[in-house]
């Protein structure tokens, strides 16, 4: 966030704007709703192309959003979510299309990362976001102070800005503030603290208690769950749900989206488009099965049309017309009517063959398997207790005096940042050793840590995914592309050059592939698009053997079945 006056940075107020890179004149386009009665169109996409530096994000994308509508933006980590909504805003430019935002009461975006001047205080962004009511409040002091011989011209202005302002709720501002400040966890912080003494959470709350508080007509808004607790989260649904303009949220939090939107725009990475679902995350959801059901039948349909073209090449190539008794001693006539029938199945097989060669240059893929972990064999599976804690401590991280997890029991943990959630899982996991107590450890482990380190750079990904099984290369390449994690394409690119989301995915697969009788999962949904998190929970409900989950993923938690506990400042109640 800037503070020239007009807070165009992270926090930009406008009325109508164009951004285009063809120019020209734009008219406010027209949707339709499902009942096909048109509506205006608040945020317009034409053709839009662009790139980051080398790399093409965009092509010819297009698509519209209708005022009141709350928009959930999603996609794997690096498809350009975040692009995408700075192209709305206005924050960045399209290199080849236009994209037109009409806001006759404001916009406002909040990035991800907010950039706040440390010698600055808490009032000052305060007073930076809400500088578009401030100004307009001294505008209608100004008129009201010569309101009796005020001209029509004045009277005009008057009117028109009063109702602008008490429809941008302008006499409540302050009080606003104060509302978001409590409910996201800021009311401890005086306005005259410097922002620069600010946590990178605080400041991230605070951008968004500013914008909230502000209450343009349309919210751009960049992960705007990170850094909030469960009090906050549904405090932030809530204002949301009550905000009456258009609201465009970057999220990967299904609950948030579940709540929250009304519709959703998935940046495909693949295809370098955008693509629109209408009743919000139920419907990305319910498209995606649909669409999971069409490629399977497309798959078995290719299926049998090349067998069946198969089969008629291989046996009718050798049928000939001959066989049959010759009438009449008519020799003559025999071999024409046989040379017809001769051509006539030559003519089909050719039509056959070039079919056949046309449906295998063209294939279609089979659908990967769903995602299953695999269980160690019933014989020489560990059985009773798998883990034990006692008396364990680690440092002022951690301090559990007894845990226990038993073959096929399900435990998952949840808490703040730094309750040490993570470091109990290393612990179980035993790439952490305790400073004090003992750890018990049974049974073959499988471990997915929250952030995934690189120790080999250089390596491709099919040598990492397939170093330990005893298996050819052809087999691990199988293997590993049957979940659908990865494309043929990506299995010898290094290891180094891999996206956090692509880093997670590899170590995801290699616990695939690995019988385990425990599964230690730290964070599993982080990185993860959203459908495939939706198949990971599928194939956890169907493991049969014990498992350890930290996460923050509320919806998880609500569909998890198992205990469920809560740990506070290193301590795991019981």
């Not at 059901?293 to 067998?307: D, P, S, V």
């Not at 440092?395 to 005096?401: G, H, T």
Request: with cysteine; hydrophobic share 40%; proline share 4%.
């Amino acid at each position: 966030m800037t503070y020239d006056g007009t807070a165009r940075a992270d926090m930009a107020y406008a009325g109508s704007r164009r951004w285009t890179a063809r120019g020209g004149l734009v008219a406010v386009d027209v949707a339709c709703t499902d009942t096909g009665v048109p509506m205006p169109t608040q945020i317009s996409v034409r053709d839009v192309t662009k790139t980051r530096g080398d790399r093409l994000l965009f092509d010819g994308v297009s698509f519209a959003v209708r005022p009141g509508e709350r928009v959930g933006v999603v996609g794997e980590n690096g498809a350009g979510k975040s692009t995408l909504l700075h192209l709305l805003a206005g924050s960045e430019r399209p290199d080849t299309g236009e994209v037109v935002t009409v806001a006759e009461g404001g916009a406002g975006l909040l990035a991800q990362t907010p950039q706040l001047p440390a010698d600055r205080g808490v009032g000052d962004a305060i007073d930076a976001a809400l500088a578009e009511l401030r100004a307009m409040e001294r505008r209608l002091r100004e008129l009201e102070t010569d309101l009796g011989a005020a001209s029509d011209t004045a009277l005009g202005e008057y009117g028109d800005l009063l109702t602008a302002f008490e429809l941008r709720g302008g006499y409540e501002a302050d009080a606003r503030v104060d509302k978001a400040m409590h409910g996201l966890g800021l009311a401890h912080i005086d306005r005259d603290r410097r922002l620069g003494s600010l946590s990178g959470g605080e400041q991230a709350r605070l951008g968004l208690a500013c914008l909230i508080a502000a209450a343009p007509e349309v919210m751009f808004l960049d992960e705007p769950t990170n850094h909030l607790d469960e009090g906050a989260l549904d405090w932030l649904e809530t204002a949301l749900l009550a905000h009456r303009g258009t609201v465009v949220a970057v999220s990967h939090d299904r609950t948030f989206l579940e709540r929250v939107a009304t519709a959703i725009l998935e940046v495909d990475e693949a295809r370098r488009t955008v693509v629109r679902y209408g009743d919000g995350y139920r419907g990305l959801l319910a498209e995606r099965a649909a669409a999971r059901q069409r490629w399977e039948q497309a798959y078995t349909e290719w299926c049998e049309e090349t067998r069946r073209l198969e089969e008629f090449t291989a046996t009718t190539a050798h049928a000939v017309g001959g066989g049959r008794a010759m009438k009449d001693n008519n020799k003559m006539a025999y071999d024409r009517a046989g040379g017809r029938v001769q051509a006539s199945i030559a003519g089909r097989v050719r039509n056959a063959q070039e079919r056949l060669r046309r449906l295998r240059e063209h294939p279609v893929p089979k659908p990967p398997e769903p995602l299953r972990f695999t269980a160690r064999p019933a014989t020489g599976a560990a059985e009773g207790t798998l883990v034990a804690l006692r008396d364990v401590r680690v440092a002022d991280r951690l301090d559990v005096p007894e845990l226990t997890v038993s073959a096929g029991e399900r435990l998952l943990v949840h808490g703040d940042n730094g309750a040490g959630k993570s470091t109990l899982l290393r612990i179980l996991a035993g790439v952490l050793e305790p400073d004090e107590g003992t750890v018990l450890r049974r049974g073959r482990i499988g471990y997915l840590a929250q952030e995934i380190p690189v120790r080999r750079p250089t390596e491709r990904v099919l040598e990492t995914f397939g170093r330990g099984l005893p298996l050819t290369e052809e087999e691990r390449a199988e293997l590993l592309l049957s979940y659908g994690l990865f494309r043929p394409r990506d299995l010898h690119v290094p290891v180094g050059s891999l996206s956090a989301g692509q880093r997670r995915r590899l170590a995801l697969a290699r616990l695939l592939a690995r019988p385990a009788d425990l599964l230690l999962l730290d964070e599993p949904a982080n990185h993860l698009a959203l459908t495939l998190v939706e198949e990971l929970e599928h194939a956890l409900d169907r493991w049969t053997g014990a498992l350890v989950v930290v996460s923050h993923d509320r919806l998880l938690r609500r569909r998890f079945t198992g205990r469920i506990r809560r740990m506070e400042a290193g301590r795991l109640p019981g």
